[in-house]
């Protein structure tokens, strides 16, 4: 029985060594040389851990390249959990991510180091030079005691209170959801997989520990190059990428840009998305362009390691349809809760998405409070106690019996004495000739709805046309025309920014 990544991935250097593992735009590394490299970070940050206990805490602070997945690979080595921090964060939300975390040492980027001090001396700072000239011969044992329970990576996500939560994830949920994933989706040792989340977003872990999982290539794509969507395609074509795992919004960068126009990277047999709801309008350019390739809407928030449902698409949709998110991963049972607690069966009836089963999270990284609201337990029919995580997020069971997402908790509003869902209007909106994109926002305080939007519509042809297909209390009192929308450093649209965008007038 294999029981951590540790084994999955000293595994998979057995079995496909010489073959190329990562790859960035300034070089690339087979699995030996990546295990050599993880293994000189793994020997430093045993020493500097001092500890014979696993499940230690590292901060890696770096930009994307081979060399951040080798410092990641060799943290998990040395019996450490590793917590990404991206370099796009501001240094105030850094030295608070810092002081959740508290790290037996900061793993830094060469050129970062003097930024990294300038924030904080209260941790170890380590250059990666220190680790990668610490043991050239690339000698070192793993450690054995690392097992399902041990601690494999954390996630900070935003925290009601205003502190970040840190979700923490054991080897053995990532292991049961990949295991998952990769069969499903049938993944091989010749797949080539793009990667475009940052490592400090959970799908991230589904191109990193798929490629660990089969020996498929991971090429890394620097966050610069969704700027320009013909160094994109030609870098995706210029390395063969046959599966993508992407964000919408990274998506809709490339359709929403006529990247296609330019060049299509007819290798790729899989395109799979997640973290918002997927344009209609976006979703055609991208099956027109790659009618052979196998698109897929995943679901699931951090808490369940990355993914708890998925749904194959098998047609093409119409722009004023709605894509179900689909079943449940095997291994893992989905519910919808009313606000009593009792199970939805019904359709059309809108309930909280909760989780139970496999690939749970351990909780909250030093947040005993906010874990024990987040995950609970309840009895099953047998009477055994479970545990389930309450996601906030919002579903309904359709009249085909598919599951489809309905938005959040917090993005149901009041307004004009009507309850309304601001991802339907924007659904609504998403559906009209010549809108790209469009987000919706609520004042409470005043009660005013609005809208923004990319595209070729102008505002009052756009309004005419909401007012014949939306009722008088979704239409939005604003309509702002914006050339573009800024993309945050997760991949989704930065909601915060909407009101310092450019317009159009």
């Known amino acids: 029985m294999i029981n951590s990544v540790v084994e999955i991935f000293n595994r998979t250097v057995s079995e496909h060594g010489k073959k190329t593992a990562a790859i960035d735009p300034v070089r690339s590394v087979t699995w030996e040389e990546l295990q050599k490299e993880a293994f000189c970070f793994a020997d430093l940050i045993e020493s500097a851990a001092d500890t014979e206990r696993t499940g230690f805490p590292v901060a890696v602070f770096a930009n994307k390249s081979v060399s951040l997945l080798s410092c990641i690979t060799g943290v998990i080595c040395s019996g450490g959990f590793y917590v990404y921090i991206n370099p796009e964060l501001t240094d105030a939300r850094i030295e608070t991510v810092l002081s959740v975390l508290e790290p037996v040492c900061v793993l830094t980027e060469d050129t970062l180091i003097p930024r990294m001090k300038g924030i904080t001396?209260?941790?170890?700072?380590?250059?990666?030079?220190?680790?990668?000239?610490?043991?050239?011969?690339?000698?070192?044992?793993?450690?054995?005691?690392?097992?399902?329970?041990?601690?494999?990576?954390?996630?900070?996500?935003?925290?009601?209170?205003?502190?970040?939560?840190?979700?923490?994830?054991?080897?053995?949920?990532?292991?049961?959801?990949?295991?998952?994933?990769?069969?499903?989706?049938?993944?091989?040792?010749?797949?080539?997989?793009?990667?475009?989340?940052?490592?400090?977003?959970?799908?991230?872990?589904?191109?990193?520990?798929?490629?660990?999982?089969?020996?498929?290539?991971?090429?890394?794509?620097?966050?610069?190059?969704?700027?320009?969507?013909?160094?994109?395609?030609?870098?995706?074509?210029?390395?063969?990428?046959?599966?993508?795992?992407?964000?919408?919004?990274?998506?809709?960068?490339?359709?929403?840009?006529?990247?296609?126009?330019?060049?299509?990277?007819?290798?790729?047999?899989?395109?799979?998305?997640?973290?918002?709801?997927?344009?209609?309008?976006?979703?055609?350019?991208?099956?027109?362009?790659?009618?052979d390739a196998k698109f897929v809407n995943l679901y699931g928030p951090s808490e369940i390691t990355c993914n708890c449902t998925y749904y194959e698409l098998c047609r093409r949709y119409s722009l004023d349809e709605k894509l179900p998110i689909g079943r449940p991963f095997p291994g893992r049972t989905v519910r919808l809760l009313d606000n009593d607690g009792a199970e939805i069966t019904a359709p059309g009836v809108t309930g909280e998405i909760c989780v139970s089963g496999e690939s749970l999270a351990i909780g909250y990284y030093r947040n005993e409070e906010q874990t024990n609201k987040a995950f609970v337990t309840y009895k099953d029919k047998n009477g055994n106690e479970c545990r389930m995580y309450k996601s906030g997020d919002l579903a309904f069971i359709g009249d085909d019996g598919e599951l489809y997402f309905a938005g959040r908790k917090d993005f149901q509003i009041k307004h004009m004495g009507h309850r309304i869902e601001l991802e339907e209007i924007e659904g609504h909106i998403n559906s009209v000739e010549g809108v790209e994109r469009s987000v919706c926002t609520f004042d409470a305080a005043h009660d005013r709805l609005s809208a923004f939007y990319t595209g070729t519509i102008g505002k009052t042809e756009l309004h005419s046309i909401l007012k014949e297909t939306l009722p008088l209390f979704m239409i939005p009192g604003k309509i702002t025309h914006v050339k573009k929308f800024v993309i945050g450093k997760n991949g989704k649209l930065d909601r915060k920014s909407l009101s310092e965008l450019e317009t159009v007038e």
């Not at 475009?196 to 620097?222: C, E, M, R």
């Open 121 to 291: 001396e209260k941790y170890r700072t380590i250059p990666f030079s220190e680790a990668l000239g610490r043991n050239k011969d690339g000698h070192y044992t793993p450690r054995k005691d690392i097992n399902r329970e041990s601690p494999l990576y954390g996630m900070f996500t935003s925290g009601s209170t205003g502190v970040p939560k840190c979700v923490l994830v054991p080897h053995g949920a990532a292991m049961d959801f990949i295991l998952h994933f990769t069969g499903i989706f049938g993944f091989t040792s010749d797949d080539v997989i793009g990667n475009q989340a940052p490592f400090d977003f959970d799908v991230s872990i589904k191109d990193i520990v798929t490629a660990f999982f089969t020996g498929a290539a991971l090429v890394l794509i620097p966050t610069e190059y969704f700027v320009t969507p013909a160094r994109l395609l030609d870098y995706l074509i210029d390395n063969n990428v046959t599966s993508l795992t992407w964000a919408v919004s990274a998506l809709c960068l490339v359709s929403g840009l006529k990247g296609f126009t330019y060049k299509v990277p007819d290798k790729i047999k899989r395109v799979m998305f997640s973290g918002e709801v997927m344009p209609m309008k976006q979703l055609a350019i991208w099956q027109e362009n790659l009618p």
